[in-house]
């Protein structure tokens, strides 16, 4: 009697979690394509980084302030009071005060570049650093094909050619913040309703008074009430507290290594909202940079398992 044939393993499914990681994650996407180009429009109006950090956190912390009153103020929400001020230094108003100024200086092409590339620079090293992470093969591949990608779409929109070194300086150091601000999410182990809450609370206490004694509320009672109102729900509903949410879930459930490239979409979203916004039309180089940044994303997220984390031995030699 012949022994039975083994029975052919079933093909592996789609881990769930990656999936749902994967939506959150383009839901951050579209919405920070929204923020930058409704960030271009307002600046083009007049509105400076005062107005932009009490649009956003204002709005925001009053949002949040019921989640963080239920969830106990003596912790700030199980953040921490320490940590919590750290997460609002690096995601709070200095991120928001040097992304907006960047915009004085450079047109929204630069900045929907020249940030999420360095949000995808700073990661890889900080990472490496704050959490002893060593990334895969894949991953440096998928990283190399980011970085062409943005690096095609830098070229296309002729910020080299231009005196514009200042206003890229300005969006790579808003890239640097919520780069370290990723890292601290997957340090810590920060849920993103609890940092959203603490970034907001504590941002609109401080931001909110010292931006009625330093400038008061006439520019942005100056604005049309339907622009005040779109700019309200963009940069604070939606960039102050849905995008960070669904972003902190995005890190939580695939890994830093994975999240942050979901940030190289941004330029592509940012442009593509543009157009009907701000009026500015991305070139063909342009959208071919946001191909291959897509090529790149897919091959970040196709590997079963994220950074490869390793504690540190010494050698029999010291």
């Given at each position: 009697?012949?022994?039975?044939?083994?029975?052919?393993?079933?093909?592996?499914?789609?881990?769930?979690?990656?999936?749902?990681?994967?939506?959150?994650?383009?839901?951050?996407?579209?919405?920070?394509?929204?923020?930058?180009?409704?960030?271009?429009?307002?600046?083009?109006?007049?509105?400076?980084?005062?107005?932009?950090?009490?649009?956003?956190?204002?709005?925001?912390?009053l949002i949040m302030l019921p989640f963080l009153l239920r969830s106990g103020l003596r912790d700030l929400g199980g953040v921490g009071w320490g940590r919590g001020a750290i997460l609002a230094l690096v995601a709070g108003p200095p991120f928001i005060a040097v992304s907006v100024t960047g915009f004085q200086f450079a047109p929204?092409?630069?900045?929907?570049?020249?940030?999420?590339?360095?949000?995808?620079?700073?990661?890889?090293?900080?990472?490496?650093?704050?959490?002893?992470?060593?990334?895969?093969?894949?991953?440096?591949?998928?990283?190399?094909?980011?970085?062409?990608?943005?690096?095609?779409?830098?070229?296309?929109?002729?910020?080299?050619?231009?005196?514009?070194?200042?206003?890229?300086?300005?969006?790579?150091?808003?890239?640097?913040?919520?780069?370290?601000?990723?890292?601290?999410?997957?340090?810590?182990?920060?849920?993103?309703?609890?940092?959203?809450?603490?970034?907001?609370?504590?941002?609109?206490?401080?931001?909110?008074?010292?931006?009625?004694?330093?400038?008061?509320?006439?520019?942005?009672?100056?604005?049309?009430?339907?622009?005040?109102?779109?700019?309200?729900?963009?940069?604070?509903?939606?960039?102050?507290?849905?995008?960070?949410?669904?972003?902190?879930?995005?890190?939580?459930?695939?890994?830093?290594?994975?999240?942050?490239?979901?940030?190289?979409?941004?330029?592509?979203?940012?442009?593509?909202?543009?157009?009907?916004?701000?009026?500015?039309?991305?070139?063909?180089?342009?959208?071919?940079?946001?191909?291959?940044?897509?090529?790149?994303?897919?091959?970040?997220?196709?590997?079963?398992?994220?950074?490869?984390?390793?504690?540190?031995?010494?050698?029999?030699?010291?």
């Open positions: 009697m012949k022994a039975a044939a083994p029975a052919t393993p079933p093909a592996p499914k789609p881990d769930a979690s990656r999936v749902v990681g994967a939506l959150f994650g383009m839901t951050a996407v579209v919405i920070w394509g929204g923020f930058l180009a409704y960030a271009r429009l307002g600046v083009s109006i007049g509105l400076g980084p005062g107005e932009f950090i009490v649009l956003r956190y204002v709005t925001a912390g929204l092409a630069a900045g929907a570049v020249v940030q999420p590339a360095a949000i995808t620079l700073f990661s890889l090293p900080l990472a490496w650093l704050v959490l002893r992470a060593h990334p895969t093969r894949t991953q440096f591949l998928a990283m190399a094909i980011v970085v062409a990608g943005l690096a095609l779409m830098l070229v296309a929109t002729g910020v080299e050619a231009r005196p514009l070194l200042l206003g890229t300086g300005f969006f790579a150091t808003a890239g640097g913040l919520w780069a370290l601000f990723t890292v601290l999410l997957r340090r810590w182990r920060v849920d993103g309703m609890q940092a959203t809450a603490a970034v907001a609370v504590l941002s609109a206490a401080v931001a909110g008074p010292v931006y009625l004694i330093w400038t008061g509320p006439g520019p942005l009672l100056a604005l049309a009430p339907e622009t005040l109102a779109i700019q309200l729900l963009v940069q604070g509903l939606c960039a102050g507290v849905i995008a960070v949410v669904a972003y902190g879930r995005a890190v939580v459930l695939l890994g830093p290594a994975r999240a942050v490239l979901f940030t190289a979409l941004v330029p592509g979203a940012a442009l593509i909202i543009g157009m009907p916004v701000t009026g500015e039309v991305p070139g063909p180089l342009q959208i071919a940079g946001v191909v291959i940044v897509m090529v790149g994303l897919v091959v970040s997220i196709r590997p079963p398992t994220g950074f490869r984390v390793r504690r540190a031995r010494r050698s029999p030699d010291g």
